[in-house]
Each structure stands twice: as structure tokens, then as C-alpha cells.
């Protein structure tokens, strides 16, 4: 590997930064960066280890002087706390073919992977490495979202695009702007909108289950496409009463409804409770939906003696950052308590976490706490992540982040 064959931009990263790399993991963040002279936004860089020591005896013409050590292409960004995204281990000197090439490769994992739906995560930024592209596909609609400069320029845009339409036909595709993410990227002001094509709402399926998506307008949607696996193995042991808590659209509520009697969905979102309602109406279900803070709901409900065959439980991240971890298993705790002294002898608990910053020990140690608490004793039916369409790279830990237990409850 020689630094003077193509002209990239060269950053060189501190020892720390290194090892990060050789563990397996893509990001380098800024306080690991030594040198960026002059690199521009969203640059393809050489990225290089700085050298370790400079052997006192320079002069001695027998020693020789310590050379840079070679780490890989990244793509960089002048903005973000992670100033280096590796793409790969040798140099690149065709980003745009790299990006083509990638985006196949990921198209073609799904065709492995995914099965009995038509919605599911295509691009799953460094899970497909690809970082800082996010694509979901909702029927014949793509949903896009660039988070990086890289991926933002003009010519990655170009590249994504006309792969895309290549590898998948959609009638449209549709960009997500998250407006606070661009500004943190230092990338200029966007709204959401169409990047080609009429069409801003389908229907799409997932294990049978029907459900609307609207890509633009007021009521914005979107599906935890994460859980779609989790939802199908909730359904393989749940019956009975259900207790569906933080149900956004109805994703465990509606795959629940087939085998149980009745299903009651809890949400604070009144926009997300009327698109889950219109997806129950979508699959000929009646459910109960209510309107309220779950951990008010879930006391009351406790307090007042209610009984559930199941209780699915599928909070917002607590924990932001690892400063939040101890509140965020406290308020993890309090659910589950709650929930487990709801559930009848022989009842199912679905209790998930998002929160990358809990591990899995982490989520299992509070529901066992949960139990002793509450005098039930917990079998752990399954012990599962996020579907195989957010592929979960060894050695990106990020890339781990969505955990659900399914647990029996006597
Ligand atoms: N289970 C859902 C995803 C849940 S996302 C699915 O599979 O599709 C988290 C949800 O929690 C969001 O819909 C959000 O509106 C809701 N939420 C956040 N805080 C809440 C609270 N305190 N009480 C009730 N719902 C809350």
C-alpha cells in the first residue's frame, strides 16, 4: 500500500484511534484525529496511524525512521464527533463504484435474509457499509435518509439513486430529512420530500399483517422494521388478554390479535394510536387503543388488580448515553415490575429495550430483579435482537442495539 499513488486527502489518527480500527470498528472520533490538514467535507481520505515513537538516533543512518502506518479509506466529516468512517481496510481510488458495488451486495443479503414481507431496512448505513445512508423499502415506496457529507454529495446522491431504482423498481422514492441531524453535519437546510415519482403512500405487509405507510404529509409513519422477526415470535407464544405498552402503530398488538382474545394497545402518541387504529381496521381487527403515559397507565392498571395473559413492553431509548444508564434501568425496572405483577400464572412478557447504551446483560439483570421483586419466577423463552435486515456487524457494537425477551411468567 503506497500513500503517493492517488491524491487523497491523508488523516492521520492517534494510537487509540488505531486500535479501534484494528478491532473491527469503522468509527474514528474527532478527539482520535492528530492530523486533518485541509481535508474537505465528506473527503475520501487515506487514513494513517501516527507514528508511534522517533527513535532518538535519527542521524544513525542505521535506524531507520518509523513509517506512518497505513490503516485504510475513510470517508470524513468536518463536522460530526466522528470524524472518520472507514469503508475499507485498502485504498480506494473509485468511491462511486465502491458505492455501487455495496449497494448490490446489500440488496442481494435481503433477498437472503428477509422473508414474508415487502417492508424491510435495504441500507443499513455501517451494517451494510454504508455509512451514513439509511434506506427502508415499504412496498413499491423508498424511504431515504443521508446522514453524512460524504453521502451527501452530489455525486453519492446520483449513484444512490439510479442503483436503487435499478435494483428495485420503486414508484418513488422518498427522502427523510431530520432536520437537527443535518445542521449537526453542517449540511445545508432540506426539506423531506420526493426524489422522484407521485406516490407518498402504499400498504405494505409484514408476517400477514397489513399496514399503511404515509412517507410525507401530516401524519408522517414509518414502521419499527426492527422488530419484525420479534413480532412473529411474540405471536408464536402469546394468547389471551394482551397488553400492548409503547404499541406506536400496533406492531406486537395487531401480530397478537390473530391468536388472542383481546388486544389493548397503550400509546401517548394520539397520531401513532389513529394510524394503529387504521391499520386495525386495514386487518379486520378490533382493538382497544388508549391515549395515555404508559408508566401512569401501567401503575394504575397494577394497582387496580387488572390481569393480562401477555404484556408486551417497548419503551423509547431511556438511555441516551452512558451517563443515563442507572435512571434508564430504573425506569426499566418500574415497567417491568409493574407489568409482571399483571400477568396471570402461564403469561407471556415481551419486554424490549432500544437503547444501545443497554447491554443485554444489562436488560437481563433488571427484569430478574423485576421478578424477585414481584415473587414470579421468569423462564427466558428467547433472547433476541433486531432482524436480520439491520445486519449487526462484529466489532461495530453500535450496530447491537435492539434487544427483546420473551419470557414465561409462574
Ligand atoms: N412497539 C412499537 C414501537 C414503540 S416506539 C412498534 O413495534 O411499532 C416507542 C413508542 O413509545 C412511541 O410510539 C412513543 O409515542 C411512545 N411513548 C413514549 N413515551 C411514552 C410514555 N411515557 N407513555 C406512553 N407512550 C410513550
Do not use: R
Given at each position: 500500500m503506497s500513500l503517493g499513488t492517488n491524491k487523497q486527502p491523508i488523516v492521520t489518527v492517534s494510537r487509540r484511534g488505531a486500535d479501534r480500527i484494528r478491532t473491527g470498528h469503522a468509527w474514528v472520533y474527532r478527539s482520535d484525529v492528530v492530523e486533518a490538514k485541509d481535508v474537505p467535507p465528506g473527503a475520501l481520505v487515506t487514513v494513517q496511524e501516527e507514528a508511534a515513537f522517533r527513535p532518538k538516533q535519527l542521524s544513525d543512518k542505521s535506524v531507520r525512521p518509523m513509517r506512518a502506518r497505513v490503516l485504510g479509506s475513510a470517508l470524513y466529516s468536518t463536522a460530526s464527533e466522528i470524524a472518520v468512517r472507514m469503508i475499507s481496510p485498502r485504498p480506494v481510488s473509485d468511491l462511486e463504484q465502491l458505492v455501487r458495488e455495496r449497494i448490490r451486495v446489500a440488496v442481494a443479503y435481503r433477498e437472503r435474509v428477509v422473508e414474508n414481507t415487502n417492508a424491510y431496512r435495504v441500507i443499513f448505513s455501517e451494517g451494510d457499509f454504508l455509512p451514513g445512508l439509511i434506506v427502508d423499502r415499504y412496498n413499491d415506496l423508498l424511504s431515504v435518509q443521508i446522514v453524512t457529507q460524504a453521502m451527501d454529495s452530489e455525486t453519492l446522491r446520483a449513484v444512490i439513486v439510479s442503483e436503487l431504482r435499478e435494483a428495485l423498481n420503486p414508484a418513488a422514492m422518498i427522502e427523510r430529512v431530520d432536520p437537527r441531524v443535518r445542521k449537526l453535519e453542517q449540511l445545508a437546510e432540506k426539506e423531506s420530500g420526493a426524489i422522484f415519482g407521485e406516490k407518498a403512500s402504499t400498504e405494505f405487509q409484514m408476517n400477514g399483517v397489513r399496514f399503511v405507510y404515509e412517507a410525507l404529509g401530516g401524519q408522517k409513519t414509518g414502521a419499527f422494521l426492527d422488530q419484525r422477526e420479534n413480532y412473529a415470535a411474540a405471536a408464536q407464544y402469546a394468547r389471551g388478554e394482551v397488553l400492548d405498552v409503547f404499541c406506536y402503530q400496533g406492531g406486537f398488538g395487531l401480530h397478537l390479535a390473530e391468536k388472542c382474545s383481546k388486544v389493548t394497545g397503550v400509546d401517548s402518541s394520539r397520531p401513532a394510536l389513529e394510524l394503529a387504529e387504521r391499520n386495525a381496521v386495514l386487518n379486520s381487527r378490533e382493538i382497544e387503543w388508549i391515549e395515555a403515559n404508559a408508566f401512569d397507565l401501567l401503575r394504575d392498571y397494577a394497582d387496580a388488580g387488572r390481569q393480562y395473559d401477555c404484556v408486551a413492553l417497548d419503551p423509547p431509548a431511556f438511555a441516551k448515553s452512558r451517563a443515563a444508564l442507572p435512571k434508564a434501568l430504573r425506569g426499566y425496572k418500574e415497567l417491568n415490575l409493574r407489568a409482571l405483577k399483571m400477568l396471570r400464572p402461564g403469561g407471556i412478557l415481551v419486554t424490549c429495550s432500544c437503547s444501545y447504551h443497554v447491554s443485554v446483560a444489562d436488560l437481563l439483570g433488571t427484569v430478574t430483579a423485576a421478578g424477585v421483586d414481584s415473587h414470579r419466577n421468569l423462564r427466558l423463552l428467547e433472547n433476541r435482537g433486531a432482524a436480520n435486515d439491520h445486519p449487526n456487524v462484529?466489532?461495530?457494537?453500535?450496530?447491537?442495539y435492539l434487544k427483546c425477551l420473551i419470557v414465561i411468567v409462574s
Open positions: 462484529l466489532g461495530i457494537q453500535e450496530t447491537s
